[in-house]
């Protein structure tokens, strides 16, 4: 094996890779259509979470008091530090854990890199990178797997624990909850203007910031009674995480758009046109289902839609909690969590404003 003589004479790890983070995802329709007659967990009367509703993790029942949640999650390089890209995909991974409510125990890695293409230094970075950030959130990274491949790849099987009665699925939200969303929008934007060379040092900075900060306040939502239901906006974007809450609840939502947090610069540059096609695939599947108000610009459909990376958690609760879950999230460093809509309404659909 011929090894890169050094970092430098290698190609940008976004060059490598057809997609980029939550971008990556199958789109929802065609997961829909894949899973369709899939059944594995109806004989386990101790597996409280599964597949059933498109939720973030499985939780297993232990005892009374304890329960596991496992998730897995990785994807290919959404910027070129390869130190970034390693903190950007453990958070993502860690994310599932916090949106049940859970804490994470430990980790393990999921590795795939084109070996005699990136050099051992790159991708030790790489690992360097998830390593930090789980050391952030109190855990080790305790093995993995890793195999050769011809794009580069990596994540997290994450396991965490939760008490059974703490666990905040996505589909218990009632009609008059309010929805809170933790982070800004536009994380695949500022992505797919990064790679063609038009995000400038700002943003790249907002970016970084927004995808490496740990969504701690999930563990501790889940101690909040009034809290009925929870996600994190991935892959699928705003609409589409936010539907999974609609089908799981039976209830519509309302959504405010002059209420969504944006990262700097987002809105400007889906006005430009810069956008993912995985937005594109996701209002494909989620279209039939949203109603948007005639001022909706074609920019802030690109937006609702956008392929969030770790993105933020997205809470249903009742309107009198809201002054507490926010004042929870701005503790924690969530300053732009905000209130943008309320669940209601018989027919499953999102209506945005």
């Given at each position: 094996?011929?090894?890169?003589?050094?970092?430098?004479?290698?190609?940008?790890?976004?060059?490598?890779?057809?997609?980029?983070?939550?971008?990556?995802?199958?789109?929802?329709?065609?997961?829909?259509?894949?899973?369709?007659?899939?059944?594995?967990?109806?004989?386990?009367?101790?597996?409280?979470?599964?597949?059933?509703?498109?939720?973030?993790?499985?939780?297993?029942?232990?005892?009374?008091?304890?329960?596991?949640?496992?998730?897995?999650?990785?994807?290919?390089?959404?910027?070129?530090?390869?130190?970034?890209?390693?903190?950007?995909?453990?958070?993502?991974?860690?994310?599932?854990?916090?949106?049940?409510?859970?804490?994470?125990?430990?980790?393990?890695?999921?590795?795939?890199?084109?070996?005699?293409?990136?050099?051992?230094?790159?991708?030790?970075?790489?690992?360097?990178?998830?390593?930090?950030?789980?050391?952030?959130?109190?855990?080790?990274?305790a093995g993995g797997h890793s195999i050769d491949s011809i794009e580069p790849i990596y994540g997290l099987a994450?396991?965490?624990?939760?008490?059974?009665?703490?666990?905040?699925?996505?589909?218990?939200?009632?009609?008059?909850?309010?929805?809170?969303?933790?982070?800004?929008?536009?994380?695949?934007?500022?992505?797919?203007?990064?790679?063609?060379?038009?995000?400038?040092?700002?943003?790249?900075?907002?970016?970084?910031?927004?995808?490496?900060?740990?969504?701690?306040?999930?563990?501790?939502?889940?101690?909040?009674?009034?809290?009925?239901?929870?996600?994190?906006?991935?892959?699928?974007?705003?609409?589409?995480?936010?539907?999974?809450?609609?089908?799981?609840?039976?209830?519509?939502?309302?959504?405010?758009?002059?209420?969504?947090?944006?990262?700097?610069?987002?809105?400007?540059?889906?006005?430009?046109?810069?956008?993912?096609?995985?937005?594109?695939?996701?209002?494909?599947?989620?279209?039939?289902?949203?109603?948007?108000?005639?001022?909706?610009?074609?920019?802030?459909?690109?937006?609702?839609?956008?392929?969030?990376?770790?993105?933020?958690?997205?809470?249903?609760?009742?309107?009198?909690?809201?002054?507490?879950?926010?004042?929870?999230?701005?503790?924690?460093?969530?300053?732009?969590?905000?209130?943008?809509?309320?669940?209601?309404?018989?027919?499953?659909?999102?209506?945005?404003?």
């Amino acid at each position: 094996m011929t090894e890169p003589s050094s970092p430098s004479a290698e190609p940008r790890l976004t060059s490598l890779s057809h997609g980029g983070g939550c971008g990556c995802k199958i789109a929802p329709n065609v997961l829909a259509e894949l899973l369709r007659d899939g059944r594995a967990g109806d004989a386990y009367a101790d597996l409280l979470v599964g597949s059933e509703t498109s939720d973030d993790a499985a939780v297993f029942r232990l005892n009374e008091s304890q329960a596991i949640v496992s998730t897995t999650d990785f994807f290919m390089p959404i910027v070129d530090d390869p130190f970034d890209f390693g903190r950007i995909a453990a958070t993502n991974a860690l994310s599932d854990i916090y949106a049940m409510g859970g804490r994470p125990l430990l980790a393990l890695a999921i590795l795939g890199m084109p070996v005699n293409t990136l050099s051992r230094e790159t991708i030790r970075k790489i690992l360097r990178g998830g390593e930090t950030v789980c050391r952030k959130a109190g855990i080790p990274v305790a093995g993995g797997h890793s195999i050769d491949s011809i794009e580069p790849i990596y994540g997290l099987a994450v396991t965490g624990i939760v008490d059974p009665l703490l666990v905040k699925r996505n589909s218990g939200a009632r009609s008059g909850d309010v929805v809170i969303l933790g982070k800004p929008l536009g994380v695949g934007i500022l992505s797919a203007a990064l790679k063609k060379g038009l995000l400038d040092e700002a943003g790249y900075r907002a970016m970084i910031e927004v995808t490496t900060q740990l969504n701690l306040p999930g563990e501790a939502l889940a101690h909040l009674s009034g809290v009925h239901a929870m996600t994190d906006v991935t892959g699928f974007g705003l609409l589409g995480h936010l539907l999974e809450m609609c089908r799981g609840s039976s209830l519509g939502a309302h959504i405010e758009s002059e209420r969504l947090p944006l990262l700097p610069g987002a809105l400007e540059l889906a006005r430009a046109g810069i956008a993912t096609g995985a937005s594109t695939r996701n209002w494909q599947s989620c279209g039939e289902e949203v109603r948007l108000a005639p001022h909706i610009e074609s920019a802030m459909r690109a937006l609702l839609t956008d392929p969030q990376t770790s993105g933020g958690l997205l809470v249903a609760c009742a309107p009198e909690e809201a002054g507490r879950v926010l004042d929870l999230f701005e503790k924690l460093g969530f300053e732009r969590a905000t209130v943008i809509g309320r669940f209601g309404g018989e027919v499953v659909r999102v209506e945005v404003q």
